[in-house]
């Protein structure tokens, strides 16, 4: 069965969303470029066949980041994954923000970010030198599609 996806450091999935705004695989992304695309956690619940009411605590959804790979010497893992585009997925809190799109008043659930240290500076993420723990909420390496040999896996033909 295909399995995918392991928790990653968040100095490791800053630089993954960096590296997308910086250069989407060699152009600079506008200031209005999509980054990050979130789901309710009721919405991936129901997703996932669950009850849309099931208890996950204070976790309010997931937000998937958009990420590139660079190409840097024994990074990423594989050299077939070198810049070329992934996700970043990081879970939701509670903490509401608020801000003003296109003119109107507009409100997001903040990512919750346990490991970071306010007033810390970020370290580098190449080599990574943060190990994930065991509850870290950043999540990557996913499988990604097209596949070296697809048959029908879904909303496009990969030919």
Do not use: C, H
Request: hydrophobic content about 30%.
């Amino acid at each position: 069965m295909p399995t995918a996806g392991k928790p990653i450091g968040l100095n490791y999935a800053r630089k993954l969303a960096d590296n997308y705004v910086q250069n989407k695989l060699g152009q600079k992304l506008l200031p209005d470029d999509t980054q990050a695309v979130w789901f309710s956690k009721e919405t991936i619940l129901s997703a996932l066949g669950l009850p849309p009411d099931s208890d996950t605590k204070e976790v309010t959804g997931l937000r998937f980041y958009f990420g590139a790979y660079s190409n840097e010497p024994g990074y990423p893992e594989s050299a077939t994954d070198q810049n070329k585009l992934t996700l970043v997925i990081v879970q939701t809190g509670d903490t509401v923000i608020e801000f003003v799109r296109d003119g109107n008043p507009d409100a997001a659930y903040a990512d919750i970010i346990e490991d970071m240290i306010p007033g810390e500076p970020t370290q580098p993420a190449y080599p990574s030198t943060d190990d994930p723990a065991p509850n870290m909420r950043y999540f990557n390496d996913g499988q990604t599609v097209p596949p070296p040999n697809p048959q029908e896996l879904g909303l496009m033909d990969w030919k």
